[in-house]
T-cell receptor, first 115, second 112 residues
């Protein structure tokens, strides 16, 4: 059983819809991340949160809006997405940020299809 | 040049074979290195860290060459269950990155 839980596991949404992805970690970690994985591309970092404060936004379009109410929960709010946004969205957490060389643990991901 | 570059494969090998994957990284200030494994339609999971002196974990051996900015993973006596994509991962903290940087992965298919 993973210590990082993501819901929903699968989501199909229209381009005019608004939906949210949810992530919860049960590991007592302080850093949380959103990554995007498209077919045949490397994992792309989207956002980094440390102690619920955003420390990195990797030039992500504003149609993706993250929210981190506390160190255990992370959301990704989605609105007016494009078909090319269809991908696997992975949430991850680590004890601290990358500097300390901490292991990063991933959730099982949310498969998003935009139609 | 990609920040972390890997041969995408696929590498198709018979059971029992030895297979090696290579990875190069662009930033010489990179501090720590890892190999992750990702099964089909699953999340990536840590396989092993890579230490400067090289390290071994059972059938898996990781090597680091800082001068050449090169990392390798050797798998001996391949098992069917080793079939997966292997991701080379680099910590580039000194470039301002606050998270790990992933390569696009090398796919391994072990055949009976």
């Amino acid at each position: 059983e993973t210590g990082v839980t993501q819901t929903p596991r699968h989501l199909v949404m229209g381009m005019t819809n608004k939906k949210s992805l949810k992530c919860e970690q049960h590991l007592g970690h302080n850093a949380m991340y959103w990554y995007k994985q498209s077919a045949k591309k490397p994992l792309e970092l989207m956002f980094v949160y440390n102690f619920k404060e955003q420390t990195e936004n990797n030039s992500v379009p504003s149609r993706f809006s993250p929210e981190c109410p506390n160190s255990s929960h992370l959301f990704l709010h989605l609105h007016t997405l494009q078909p090319e946004d269809s991908a696997l969205y992975l949430c991850a957490s680590s004890q601290a940020l990358a500097r300390a060389g901490n292991t990063i643990y991933f959730g099982e991901g949310s498969w998003l299809t935009v139609v | 040049r990609k920040e972390v570059e890997q041969d995408p494969g696929p590498f198709n090998v018979p059971e029992g074979a030895t297979v090696a994957f290579n990875c190069t990284y662009s930033n010489s200030a990179s501090q720590s290195f890892f190999w992750y494994r990702q099964d089909c339609r699953k999340e990536p999971k840590l396989l092993m860290s890579v230490y400067s002196s090289g390290n071994e974990d059972g059938r898996f051996t990781a090597q680091l060459n800082r001068a050449s900015q090169y990392i390798s993973l050797l798998i001996r006596d391949s098992k069917l269950s080793d079939s997966a994509t292997y991701l080379c991962v680099v910590n580039m903290w000194d470039t301002g990155r606050r998270a790990l940087t992933f390569g696009s992965g090398t796919r391994l298919q072990v055949q009976p």
